[in-house]
């Protein structure tokens, strides 16, 4: 049986009601496909509609209008309760912002999924691993506020792996960090994608980042627009 589509947009759109009685949209109807696996970057300006994709492809915001099919399960009309559910074992999510707990270690941080969906699977030896692999191996038992920009995205990356989503979203995932810091996130994110298998969206500003992903989707003003 081939696999349903990772994240399909049928017509989504997102608006809201001004003052004046208009409708201002913050994502016109908007229809792509992407495929289970794929690498696909969201490209666009502050304010073209980059986030907003991604809160509804994440089910954090409800779509105005049209369709939204995530991992082949039609997510539009889900009660709150049931897309969270969705995000929680079937999708990960990285922030620009961290959203790190600081009172917590970094091991803690990246267990924090488990324990909020009261997991009884040990995850420690996973956290472990995933935590070698983005070499912070030695900085499991830290404080995350000891921590640079750098590292505490690594820390991200793995909390929301943690528990083998099969689509990952990262909104402007290097957002916060230099240039150079930020190209060496990107690398390894990707890189740990393509080895746990699953689909990868980020949305960004940089061209030259865009250029990791298999695929580029260009926002303009709320709008997709051709390359």
Not at 81 to 90: T, V
Not at 103 to 110: A, G, P, R, S, Y
């Amino acid at each position: 049986m081939t696999a349903p589509p990772a994240l399909v947009f049928d017509e989504a759109s997102k608006g809201y009601d001004a003052p004046d009685g208009t409708r201002r949209w913050a994502l016109r109807p908007t229809s792509f496909t992407i495929a289970q696996g794929a690498t696909v970057a969201v490209i666009g300006r502050s304010g073209s509609g980059k986030s907003t994709m991604l809160h509804l492809a994440a089910g954090i915001e409800p779509v105005t209008e049209g369709r939204v099919h995530v991992l082949g399960q039609d997510i539009t009309e889900l009660p709150d309760r049931q897309r969270a559910l969705l995000r929680r074992d079937r999708v990960g999510i990285v922030f620009q912002f961290f959203h790190l707990v600081p009172h917590l270690t970094v091991e803690e941080n990246v267990l924090l999924p488990a324990m909020i969906a009261g997991d009884r699977k040990d995850h420690r030896t996973r956290a472990k691993d995933l935590l070698r692999r983005v070499d912070l191996t030695d900085r499991a038992t830290d404080g995350v506020d000891h921590l640079s920009g750098g590292e505490m995205q690594r820390v991200a990356i793995c909390r929301a792996l943690l528990r083998r989503p099969s689509l990952l979203l990262a909104d402007e995932p290097t957002g916060n960090l230099d240039d150079a810091t930020g190209r060496l996130v990107m690398d390894l994110m990707g890189d740990m994608v393509r080895e746990e298998g699953c689909t990868l969206v980020f949305v960004t500003h940089s061209e030259e980042l865009a250029t990791t992903a298999d695929r580029t989707l260009h926002l303009r003003s709320g709008e997709l627009t051709p390359a």
